[in-house]
């Protein structure tokens, strides 16, 4: 049987009648988590954890193959956790626990699965790709069927903000064409965990935007409100249809990007009245810390006792329940989740939300048990602040003052985005530019780092004050020509508006069979929309061509209040990069260092048939305002095209 097929199996459940014709309570199991494994994964024993009723007192018949050990039972009698040992040489297939008390018994199916191919899966990202960020609710609707499921009705609402919009897995199947058009690389997809079926009146905002307990209800649309971590959201499709992108964007050539929170669990998850432990959460809720917010505190020695607590064990806005990663049983939990979505679905990275509120301690746990299955999996942490010397702190590859390697590969670089927005938007030096890559020393590996003009969780660029499209064409100038891997977010390619949370997660124009117009085609956009999608795309082609500008060293040639120029350099090539972010034209000359002096004569990749001599070592360009020359050695016709594919080979 196929893999697919046994995950379909894996929550059959049946109950044996036993002494139940007397009218005695039964013992009952609802579910085992993780409700399948490996032979021969690094990960063993998994440690199962059956859910139901009447588990204290419960004998335990296992399968004869399988080695059990260390079994717990909690104290209400409704979890139970067992060690189970999988031999190397176990046969896939379906295995059967039976649990007996006195008054009957209860059968579940566990299922030991046929591992995924390890080709073109599990391969991590790196700055030879582009990461493309999507909200599969907001990205296109596939799928009309799923829009108002039958087991989770009246949630659907492209009217309201923060309803279900009817985008989906099939959605993004439909686009991969365009992405991969536009020259993207790897996609990385909000969560997918299943999310309650009904309104969250927990989570209120009122008509202007404000979280009040006076306001409206909400869906969980985005996917951090978690009520079951092996589930999928049904307004997105099913495992099946998961497994279907994720096989799709592999074959089409990108790498898929798992969002995944270990931070905590949305407010109607089961165990916040049923905890598998008595300190699975921090707290309870009706006694719990709200979260401040200080992650300053992890980074420094002896910080305020209270504020570093509220930081790592405080409920996000006072309502989302903190998972305690100091449980040996919560970790093992949340460790083997994230193992289970990459062997199930073959994706490449995880991005995991939230970093720095949970306890480093359980990172270089999780990042060991990840790495040493898939050795070639990228680990993706946001750590939200504007301070290098912060954000560094969390990236792995070295022990801290606190005795902790995190283990994590790399970070968003929030600092870089900030300046970005700072200079490109609100007209600030370019010399702010300069300043923050010079703190790229505070960092294990600067050139790794996760590099964007905007998120999910921030507005828009155009929403910016003094954003104007020549400045958004710039930055994304810079964007894709600066260190790091660059991130696009959905429809910022073609200059989409939005404001705060969530007035910047709208539909992408097209993605609806309803929209009266369609952006993922030529046709459907508008001149300001086709002028910047143009722009990005050809920047990514060259992104793509030119080696340097995915892994050169940098090298500044000058930076001014206006404008800003520097090249990327690797031992066979080099590209120079200058801007104006000026309003008025402006001369630059760049004393080049010799190995670029010895060029004759450059080329603008930017514009056509524009050639630049230099002289003595020096280049002379001319640049209009509010606008950037890229200058290659090389004419296009004779350009190197090494292709992504072969980067990606080398990089390694």
């Keep these: ?108 199916s566990f299922s030991i699965s046929a591992p995924l191919p390890g080709q073109n899966r599990f391969a991590g990202f790196t700055p030879d790709d582009t990461i493309y960020l999507i909200m599969p609710d907001r990205f296109a609707d596939g799928d009309p069927a799923n829009d108002d499921p039958a087991n989770s009705p009246g949630l659907f609402d492209r009217t309201k903000p923060r309803y279900y919009h009817g985008g989906d897995f099939q959605g993004v199947i439909n686009h991969l064409s365009y992405l991969r058009d536009l020259g993207v690389t790897a996609l990385w997809l909000t969560p997918w965990y299943d999310n309650v079926n009904h309104l969250n009146t927990q989570e209120k905002y009122t008509r202007d935007n404000q979280h009040s307990a006076t306001g409206k209800p909400i869906t969980d649309y985005h996917g951090y409100g978690a009520v079951d971590f092996y589930g999928v959201e049904e307004h997105f499709g099913d495992f099946t249809k998961l497994r279907e992108l994720v096989d799709a964007a592999h074959a089409g050539g990108f790498r898929i990007i798992q969002d995944q929170v270990a931070n905590h669990t949305g407010p109607y998850h089961p165990w916040v009245t049923n905890p598998p432990t008595p300190t699975w959460f921090n707290g309870t809720p009706a006694n719990h810390l709200n979260n401040s917010w200080q992650t300053w505190t992890l980074a420094v020695t ?34 083997q989740n994230s193992l289970w979505w990459i062997g199930m679905t073959g994706e490449d990275a995880v991005r995991q939300d939230t970093l720095p509120y949970v306890p480093r301690s359980y990172w270089a746990k999780w990042t060991t048990a990840l790495k040493l299955q898939y050795p070639d999996l990228t680990i993706l942490g946001e750590m939200f602040d504007a301070k ?202 760049l004393l080049l260092p010799a190995r670029l002096a010895a060029q004759s004569r450059w080329f603008d990749r930017l514009a056509k048939d524009r050639t630049i ?19 290659t050695s090389q004419p296009p016709t004779v350009a190197s095209d090494r292709g992504t594919s072969q980067a990606r080979s080398e990089v390694r």
Aim: negative net charge; proline residues 6%; aromatic residues 8%.
């Design 1 to 108: 049987e196929t893999v697919t097929h046994h995950f379909h199996k894996l929550i059959l459940i049946t109950l044996l009648l036993g002494a139940r014709e007397l009218g005695a309570a039964d013992v009952q199991i609802t579910r085992v988590e993780p409700p399948n494994w490996w032979a021969g994964h690094s990960h063993n024993p998994v440690r199962l954890m059956f859910t139901g009723t009447n588990l204290k007192d419960a004998s335990l018949a296992t399968p004869a193959d399988l080695v059990v050990s260390n079994l717990i039972v909690n104290a209400a009698g409704t979890h139970m956790f067992c060690d189970v040992f999988i031999p190397p040489n176990a046969a896939s297939g379906p295995r059967n626990f039976e649990f007996t008390t006195s008054n009957g018994s209860a059968r579940v």
């Design 302 to 335: 002896n910080p305020p006792a209270d504020k570093l607590r509220s930081t790592l064990e405080g409920w996000f806005i006072n309502i989302l329940p903190d998972l305690n990663q100091n449980d040996p049983e919560t970790a093992t939990y949340l460790i």
């Design 388 to 589: 290098p010397e912060l954000v560094s702190f969390f990236q792995g590859g070295r022990r801290q003052f606190d005795g902790v390697d995190s283990g994590v590969d790399t970070l968003f670089d929030f600092p870089l985005y900030f300046t970005i927005r700072e200079v490109f938007a609100r007209g600030q030096p370019m010399t702010r530019l300069d300043k923050i890559l010079t703190a790229d020393t505070n960092y294990v590996n600067a050139r790794t780092l996760v590099t964007f003009l905007g998120l999910h969780d921030t507005p828009r660029f155009m929403s910016e004050s003094g954003a104007t499209i020549e400045g958004l064409q710039l930055a994304f100038t810079y964007l894709l020509t600066t260190r790091g891997t660059p991130l696009i977010y959905y429809g910022d390619e073609i200059a989409m508006r939005g404001g705060g949370d969530p007035d910047n997660r709208r539909d992408f124009p097209g993605g609806w069979a309803e929209d009266n117009r369609n952006a993922f085609e030529p046709a459907g956009r508008s001149a300001e929309e086709a002028q910047v999608h143009n722009h990005v795309r050809k920047l990514l082609a060259l992104r793509r061509e030119l080696e340097a500008l995915r892994r050169g060293d940098t090298v500044q040639l000058e930076s001014t209040e206006q404008t800003g120029a520097f090249a990327r350099v690797t031992r066979d090539s080099s590209v120079i990069v200058a801007i104006n972010n000026g309003n008025r034209p402006q001369t630059l000359r």
């Design 613 to 631: 001599p230099t002289a003595d070592g020096v280049l002379t360009l001319q640049l209009p305002a509010r606008r950037a020359a890229l200058l």
